[in-house]
Structure formats: structure tokens, C-alpha cells
């Protein structure tokens, strides 16, 4: 399969995505800053794809172990190549909808990025991108279901989506996951926002807070980001929930 090589982080971190259809970047990007754990954590990430979530968190988080989730044969390939340097980086193949049962109730962290849509009539996009951005036979629900199964008691769980899409999420963990942390992203101050970060504590009932919104530009400047926003972008800041 063609590819492109990716630079993120100033050049620090180097990944292989593929040529032509979805390529990870922004969302990746700030999805692995929000992570946050203790050395020796073992964090798993469900539809991996190319690695590039957990080769970012890794970047943040150098003493973890990280475990990615794939099925399709081309992304499992590539994850693979991207993370052969990395001695704390496995690469599973499987599907979401069979968990494997050695992996129940055993991560400290799951992470995950979902098909931002369930059906595909809602959006218009070329077939190479519709894997990435569409679920074919699973819901938004059937990810957080896979999340929390992995997850240990107290374990923490982190996704990003779209942001009307949050009613759904909190509803999915009412009763299963509590101090829900909800991080809202937005493309300029007087938008509303498109993505949501949310990250929860399984079998807790903490209280749940909405964070400070985190603006990605300002108007009126020359710059591509706010600075913030490019703190975050270039490795050199985190989004600590």
C-alpha cells in the first residue's frame, strides 16, 4: 500500500500513514496529549490503525506500555512497521466486537478514537475514508462497551468525538463510569464547539466537571494556531484532564 511519511512533534516523532483516504492528525494529536498515567501503566487503544496515538502518548509517556487493537489488514501492517522501534508498543489483531477474555477487566487506561458517525448517509466522504470515519455493524455504544470490558475497576477510559454526540456518550455511561471529564475543543472563541474530549473513571460516581474550552485559533492573527493550541500541536504542552 502507498504511503506518506508523517512527521509530528517537530520531527520527533515519525509516521508512516497511508497514501490516499483518512490520515490521523489533529485529533490524534490531542486525544494522546490528554492522557495521563503512571509509569509502568498499561494503556490499550482500540482501532489503533496506524499507531499514531499511542506513538504520540508514548512521546508524553516514555515509561508506559502500550497495546493497539486492529483489524484491517493494511492498518495492522502499517502500525506494526511504525512501531517496530518501540520496545513498549504491541500490536493485536481483532475486532472491538470480541475482546479478547485474557483482556477483561485488565488495563489501567483504554483509549479510543471512533467511526465519528453510525450511518453512512449522514456524511459525504471518498470510500477510502469511509472505515475511518463511519462504523459498519457497531455503534458508538458497542466502543464504550469494549472500553469499559477492559477496563480494571477504576480504570480510566478516553475518547474523542464529535461534540453533539456527547448526550449519547453520557447516556451510554450513566451507571458504569462516573468523574466524567469533558473537554470541549473548538475551531475559533465564538464557535461552537466540534469535538469533545471525554474521559471517565469506571465504577466510580465521582462528580463530572465540563473543562475550559481549549480555542485552536484566534482571529485577526497571522498565526495557524493559537498558542495553546500550538503548545499542544508541537509536543511541548499537554491536555491534562
Known amino acids: ?21 483518512y490520515r490521523a492528525g489533529t485529533d490524534a494529536i490531542l486525544l494522546a496529549a490528554s492522557l495521563d498515567a503512571k509509569p509502568g501503566a498499561h494503556i490499550l487503544e482500540l482501532g489503533c490503525g496506524t499507531g499514531v496515538v499511542m506513538l504520540l ?3 508524553h509517556l516514555p515509561d508506559c506500555r502500550f497495546t493497539g487493537l486492529e483489524k484491517s489488514a493494511d492498518m495492522l501492517a502499517l502500525s506494526r512497521d511504525n512501531t517496530d522501534h518501540a520496545d513498549n508498543i504491541e500490536i493485536v489483531e481483532g475486532s472491538i466486537r470480541r475482546i479478547p477474555k485474557d483482556w477483561h477487566l485488565q ?4 483509549v479510543a478514537n471512533p467511526p465519528y458517525f453510525d450511518n453512512r448517509r449522514a456524511v459525504r466522504m471518498s470510500g477510502a475514508k469511509e472505515s475511518a470515519f463511519v462504523n459498519k455493524g457497531l ?7 469494549a472500553m469499559l470490558l477492559a477496563l480494571k475497576p477504576r480504570g480510566i477510559g478516553t475518547l474523542i468525538y464529535r461534540a453533539d454526540g456527547l448526550e449519547k456518550i453520557c447516556s451510554t455511561l450513566s451507571g458504569k463510569a462516573g468523574r ?5 475543543i473548538h475551531s475559533y472563541a465564538d464557535t461552537s464547539a466540534k469535538r469533545i ?3 471517565f473513571r469506571k465504577s466510580v460516581k465521582s462528580e463530572s466537571a465540563l473543562l475550559p474550552a481549549l480555542i ?26
Open 1 to 21: 500500500m502507498p504511503y506518506l511519511d508523517v512527521k509530528f512533534f517537530d520531527g520527533q516523532v515519525d509516521v508512516k500513514q497511508p497514501g490516499a483516504g
Open 107 to 110: 488495563f489501567d487506561q483504554v
Open 197 to 199: 474530549i471525554v474521559q
Open 180 to 184: 466524567l471529564r469533558i473537554q470541549p
Open 139 to 145: 455503534r458508538l455504544d458497542d466502543w464504550i462497551a
Open 57 to 59: 502518548a508514548r512521546h
Open 216 to 241: 485552536m485559533h484566534e482571529r485577526g492573527t497571522d498565526e495557524k494556531y493559537a498558542p495553546v493550541a500550538e503548545q499542544i500541536l508541537t509536543g511541548k504542552g499537554r491536555l491534562i484532564l
